[in-house]
């Protein structure tokens, strides 16, 4: 999406919570898509898909990585947000579903 909305900027940080956001929103519609029969791709996501979302994007925060190698937070060193952030971003495109609510960079 960032690629059609032309989005660039210095911030990789704000840039991957843009992508948690828009994967959010896209999460939101998934059942609305269809194949070229008209067919839906999906036919429901549940609260368990979401909290399957929420766990895989908050184990490959920062944050937890840096926790998990043995050495303390260094945000200076965050590419990706921090999995609160990460959390933060991707509900917020779920929960409205506007991909106009994902900036990051504000």
């Known amino acids: 999406m960032q690629d059609l909305l032309g989005t660039t900027s210095d911030n990789s940080v704000a840039i991957e919570l843009q992508a948690d956001c ?10 609305e898509t269809t194949d070229e029969d008209g067919q839906p791709i999906f036919t429901s996501i549940t609260d368990s898909d979401i909290k399957e979302a929420l766990d ?10 840096q926790k ?9 060193k965050f590419t990706h947000g921090s999995s609160a952030e990460r959390d933060q971003w991707f509900s917020t495109g ?11 960079f504000s």
């Not at 895989?56 to 990585?65: E, F, H, L, P, S």
């Not at 998990?68 to 200076?76: H, L, R, T, Y």
């Not at 779920?94 to 990051?104: E, L």
């Open 22 to 31: 828009f994967a959010g929103v896209w999460a939101r519609h998934a059942t």
């Open 56 to 65: 895989a994007a908050a184990a490959v925060g920062d944050d937890a990585i």
């Open 68 to 76: 998990k190698m043995g050495g303390p937070v260094d945000e200076s």
């Open 94 to 104: 779920y929960s409205t579903g506007d991909p106009k609510k994902c900036d990051t």
